[in-house]
C-alpha cells in the first residue's frame, strides 16, 4: 500500500520539523466518511511506513509495538505484516493478540507489576520475559514463571516528557544490581535492562542518559558475573501534534552514538516498545459540531467527543498536548475557539484558542489530527456518550 504525504507546514529547526504526515488518503477518507461520530480512521500504511522509518534508522533494534496505545484488531495485523512485535501489559492484551490468530512467543510483558493469574496465562502461552523493579515482583515471577528472562526496569532521570509516564516505575543503580542478583538466586534468568524516558519526549539526550545508565549498570553487574543479553530502551517516541517535533533521525543518531559509545560490550538484542511514535500519526478522529455558544465573550465549541470518550489525553495533559485540528468548512475567516466535549463535566475541553472556520454550526464535522494513539482505547460511556468506532483506510472506506 503506498500514500502520499502532504505537508501543511513547512521545515523548520534542523533535527526538528513542524510537519504534520497526514496523508492524502487518509484525510480525504475523513472528510468524505458518512458514517456516525465520533469515529477513529487508521491509515494502515501509515503505520507500515512508520514502521519502515524505525527499521530504517534503527537497524538491527527489535521494535516491540506498546499495544496499550491503539489495541485495535488490523493495527495490530499491520504491526506482524510490517515485521515487529509487541510488548504487553496486562493478559487480556495477549489474549487480544492470540485471538487475532498472532504468535506470542517473542512477546515480552514489561508491565513491572503484574497481576499472578496474568503471568500464569502469560507463561502458558510461551511467553518467557519479563519485567520487574521489585522483590514483591521477583518473588512473584519465581513462583509463576519458574526460569523465566527476567528484566529490571530503571529509573530515568527527570527529563520532563508532555505526556508524564515517569514517576512510578523504576529502580536506582544500587537497588537494580541487588535485585538482579536476586533474581538469579531465586532461578530466575536476570537477563536485560529497560527503562522508558516518558512519553512524547520531546529530547533527544534523554534516551543518551538513559542508555549511559544502563552502560554503568552493565559494568557493575558484571562485576556480579551477570552479563545481560537484552537492552529495552522502552516508549517515547513523539508523534507529530500542533509545533515542533524532533526529527525520529535525530533521537535514533542519539541513540545509536550512545549504544556504539557507551555500551562496556555489545548486547544481543536492543529493544524498543514505540507506541505513539508508531500510531498516533496515524488516525484521525472525526467528530460532529453539536452546539456553539458564546460564554463572557468566549466563543465555545461543543463536539460530540471529549475527553471522556476518546480524548483523554486533553484531560491528563491540562489540554496542553495540541491536537491539530481542521474542520468540514474550511471558511477563509476563522474564530478563536474552545472545543469541549458533549459532557455534562466541566473537565471534558479538550483544547483552548483553537482556529478553525468561524462560521460553523451544529452539524458540521471537526478533524483531530494526529488521532491514533491513548484515544479508543481510553474511551468510556461517561454521561452516556458512544465511544468512537474504529475505521481503517481501504477495508472500511471506498475513495
Ligand atoms: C512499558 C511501556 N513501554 C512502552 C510504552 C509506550 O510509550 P509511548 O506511547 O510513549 O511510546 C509504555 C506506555 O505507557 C509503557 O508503559
Given at each position: 500500500m503506498i500514500s502520499s504525504f502532504i505537508t501543511i507546514?513547512?521545515?523548520?529547526?534542523?533535527?526538528?520539523?513542524?510537519?504534520?504526515?497526514?496523508?492524502?488518503?487518509?484525510?480525504?477518507?475523513?472528510?468524505?466518511?458518512?458514517?456516525a461520530t465520533p469515529f477513529l480512521v487508521m491509515d494502515l500504511a501509515a503505520v507500515d511506513e512508520q514502521i519502515r522509518q524505525f527499521r530504517e534508522l534503527l537497524p538491527n533494534v527489535f521494535i516491540h509495538y506498546a499495544m496499550k496505545c491503539n489495541p485495535e484488531p488490523r493495527v495490530l495485523q499491520q504491526v506482524v505484516a510490517s515485521g515487529a512485535t509487541f510488548e504487553i501489559a496486562s493478559l487480556a492484551e495477549l489474549r487480544t493478540l492470540l485471538h487475532a490468530g498472532i504468535p506470542v512467543d517473542d512477546v515480552i510483558f514489561s508491565n513491572p507489576v503484574k497481576i499472578a493469574e496474568h503471568i500464569d496465562g502469560a507463561y502458558a502461552a510461551g511467553v518467557r520475559t519479563f519485567a520487574f523493579d521489585s522483590l514483591a515482583e521477583l518473588d512473584k515471577?519465581?513462583?509463576?514463571?519458574?526460569?523465566?528472562?527476567?528484566?529490571?526496569?530503571?529509573?530515568?532521570?527527570?527529563?520532563?516528557?508532555?505526556?508524564?509516564?515517569?514517576?512510578?516505575?523504576?529502580?536506582?543503580?544500587?537497588?537494580?544490581?541487588?535485585?538482579?542478583?536476586?533474581?538469579?538466586?531465586?532461578?530466575l534468568v536476570p537477563s536485560g535492562i529497560g527503562f522508558h524516558v516518558g512519553s512524547q519526549m520531546m529530547d533527544p539526550y534523554s534516551w543518551t542518559v538513559a542508555i549511559i545508565q544502563s552502560a554503568t549498570l552493565m559494568r557493575r553487574l558484571e562485576r556480579e558475573g551477570i552479563r545481560i543479553t537484552m537492552l529495552d530502551l522502552g516508549g517515547g517516541f513523539p508523534a507529530r501534534y500542533e509545533g515542533e517535533t524532533p526529527h525520529l533521525a535525530a533521537i535514533a543518531d542519539a541513540i545509536r552514538t550512545a549504544l556504539a559509545d557507551d555500551l562496556p560490550y555489545p548486547v544481543d538484542r536492543i529493544v524498543i516498545e514505540p507506541g505513539r511514535g508508531l500510531v498516533a500519526d496515524a488516525g484521525i478522529m472525526v467528530a460532529t459540531v453539536i452546539g456553539t455558544a458564546v460564554r463572557a465573550g468566549t466563543s465555545w465549541l461543543h463536539l460530540d467527543v471529549g475527553a471522556f470518550n476518546?480524548?483523554?489525553e486533553s484531560l491528563e495533559t491540562r489540554n496542553t498536548l495540541r491536537f491539530p485540528m481542521t474542520d468540514s468548512k474550511s471558511s477563509p475567516g476563522t474564530r478563536s475557539w474552545h472545543v469541549t466535549g458533549p459532557t455534562c463535566d466541566s473537565q471534558d475541553t479538550l483544547l483552548l484558542d483553537v482556529d478553525l472556520s468561524a462560521d460553523l454550526v451544529p452539524g458540521d464535522r471537526v478533524f483531530i489530527h494526529t488521532a491514533g494513539a491513548y484515544t479508543t482505547c481510553y474511551a468510556s460511556t461517561f454521561n452516556g456518550f458512544d465511544r468512537p468506532q474504529t475505521y481503517c483506510l481501504d477495508a472500511d472506506f471506498e475513495l
Open positions: 507546514t513547512p521545515m523548520t529547526t534542523p533535527g526538528r520539523e513542524k510537519t504534520r504526515p497526514t496523508t492524502t488518503s487518509l484525510l480525504s477518507a475523513a472528510r468524505s466518511a458518512e458514517h515471577l519465581a513462583c509463576h514463571a519458574p526460569g523465566a528472562q527476567v528484566y529490571v526496569r530503571l529509573r530515568t532521570l527527570d527529563i520532563n516528557s508532555v505526556v508524564p509516564s515517569e514517576g512510578k516505575f523504576g529502580v536506582d543503580l544500587d537497588e537494580a544490581v541487588e535485585l538482579m542478583v536476586r533474581a538469579r538466586s531465586l532461578g476518546g480524548m483523554m
